[in-house]
Each structure stands twice: as structure tokens, then as C-alpha cells.
């Protein structure tokens, strides 16, 4: 995919509102858990303010991008989105070794056909291949989703693939080719983790307790300064930089929870004002989370 080599902002709908373009850090299934995440606590209290933030909105639909669903790398573009009927698909419990209960937890949500052939003509009118398929969504929506308090919205969710590479520059620009649904009434989010590194993680002991690894408020500040602080014609070159970060792949061995958030800042313009909507970090992970408007 190639980048464009300016940005010019597009034009707002007829009733004059741009949906903003929101990065959520998803978590485990475990997040479901009030016993690990209270309402009353910053994660659970900040996840459940961007929901309201959402439902406020009352927007047409929702497109998230989630770092669990990667596309055919063998594939030039090699994109897929969810939706071919008009009937949700089951869930996709796409997690292991928790709780039997936890594979019994549903998510309420309509689907709309419409939309994700809205989402395909747009990455076919800028010559990517994507492919319409019926897919459930991953835990890296619904789990999310549901601790924001949208199950049973009474708008539609798309889910979209990433790229199945690591490519910043080509998320980025995929994010640029969806913009135009912002416009149209439709809300876009990334979903994956500003810092995710399991390995530490799971080998660390109980994910509540310990100390902050070294690389995750570094990295974490390194991702504010690309999406909050970079000045317009600088924020692009910014978010590619993060490829040379000499925490990158301590902060994500790979980078499929990271790239969620660079369409988010291609759907959001360079030009967005971004607001860090929740900050908090555990061990070896940072659940950043940022609204762009």
C-alpha cells in the first residue's frame, strides 16, 4: 500500500459531525472478571467512559480493527471484513486456560451488510484486495466492547482484519482509506494494547502484582509523543518511527497489538486532537487508551 504524500482534511457530513476515532488496550477475557477489574478502578472506570462517550455519540455503526485478526500476508493487501450476511456470527473465544465460564460469556450486537460492503468498496475504490467474509467477533472486540457497557448497541459492528504484516506505513494508510466513514456517521476503533508483551507476563506470576517492567512507561511515553505531542505535518513520520524505538520489541515481540493503533491515527488525520483517556499499566503492559477527534 502506498502512502499519501499530503493529508487535505475532508469534508464533514451534512449535519456537520465527524465521528471522533478511538485506540482501546483489550486485555484478556479475565477483564470481564469484577473481581479482578472493579468498576470502581481505573481501567474498568476509564473503558466504561469511552463506551458512554460512544453511546452518546449515537453513530450509524462501528468499524474496529483488532489485533487478533490478521489478514493473508501471501496476499498483496490481503484484508478481510466480517458481515457477508446479515445474521451475527458465534463469538470467538480465542483465548486458553480460563475459567469454563468465560467461554460461556455471550455479547449482544447487530451486523449490517451494508456497512461492511461500505468498508470493502472503499479499500477496492483504492485498489487493496479485501475479501467479505462471516466471521464471528474475537475477544479483542467483544470482551472489550462488553466492559465498555455496548453490548446489544443498537448500532451495527464491522469487524475489519489487519494486514498480516507488520508494515506501520501500510496501517497507517488504512486507516487514511477509512476516514471517509467518519463522516457518514460511522465511529472507527483500534483495538490492541499500547504495551504488550506476554512473555513477561505469564512468566512473571500473578498478573496483579510486581514491578512495572523497565520498557513499558518508556515505550508508553514514546506512543504519547507520536499520537498526542507530534506537531500535524510531523505525527505520520512520528508513528513510523516507532519502528526504530529501542523499546519496540520489548514492548511487543509482535506487533499486532501496536498496528491497531496506527489506523486508528490514520482513520483519526494528523491533524486530530487527541486525549489519553485512560492511563494504567501492569507488569508487563500499558492499557493506554486515546480518543481523536
Known amino acids: 500500500m502506498s502512502a499519501s504524500a499530503t493529508e487535505t482534511a475532508p469534508e464533514k457530513s451534512g449535519n456537520g459531525h465527524r465521528m471522533p476515532v478511538y485506540f ?10 469484577d473481581t479482578e477489574y472493579p468498576a470502581d478502578q481505573p481501567i474498568a472506570r476509564g473503558l466504561r467512559q469511552i463506551g458512554d462517550d460512544i453511546r452518546a455519540l449515537h453513530p450509524r455503526g462501528m468499524v474496529v480493527i483488532s489485533g487478533h485478526w490478521e489478514g493473508n500476508s501471501g496476499k498483496r493487501g490481503g484484508l478481510q471484513v ?7 456470527q458465534p463469538l470467538i473465544y480465542d483465548f486458553y486456560d480460563f475459567p469454563p465460564h468465560m467461554y460461556r460469556e455471550t455479547f449482544e450486537h447487530k ?3 451494508k456497512l461492511t460492503q461500505q468498508v470493502a468498496g472503499l479499500f477496492a475504490k483504492a485498489g487493496v484486495p479485501i475479501d467479505t467474509v ?11 466492547l462488553k466492559k465498555a457497557g455496548l453490548a446489544g448497541s443498537a448500532f451495527p459492528i464491522v469487524q475489519l482484519s489487519l494486514l498480516g504484516t507488520e508494515s506501520m ?3 497507517l494508510r488504512m486507516g487514511e482509506i477509512l476516514a471517509p466513514l467518519r463522516d457518514q456517521g460511522v465511529v472507527i476503533v483500534g ?4 504495551v504488550h508483551n506476554l512473555r513477561d507476563l505469564f512468566g512473571s506470576g500473578p ?3 510486581g514491578a512495572i517492567r ?4 518508556p515505550f508508553d511515553m514514546e506512543v504519547d509523543r507520536a499520537v498526542i505531542e507530534s506537531a500535524p505535518d510531523a505525527r505520520r513520520a512520528a508513528m513510523v518511527a516507532l519502528a526504530s524505538s529501542d523499546n519496540l520489541r520489548k514492548a511487543h515481540p509482535t506487533l499486532e497489538h501496536l498496528l491497531p493503533l496506527h489506523v486508528a491515527v490514520g482513520a483519526a488525520g494528523y491533524q486530530a486532537n487527541t486525549k489519553k483517556m485512560l492511563e494504567a499499566y501492569q507488569l508487563s503492559v500499558s492499557w493506554s487508551c486515546y480518543k481523536m477527534e
Open 207 to 209: 498478573s496483579s502484582g
Open 82 to 88: 466480517n458481515g457477508l450476511s446479515a445474521t451475527p
Open 134 to 144: 462471516d466471521r464471528g467477533l474475537d475477544h479483542g472486540v467483544w470482551v472489550v
Open 169 to 171: 506505513d501500510d496501517h
Open 111 to 113: 451486523v449490517d451488510p
Open 24 to 33: 482501546v488496550s483489550h486485555g484478556g477475557p479475565n477483564l470481564l472478571a
Open 191 to 194: 483495538s490492541g494494547m499500547a
Open 214 to 217: 523497565p520498557y513499558v512507561k
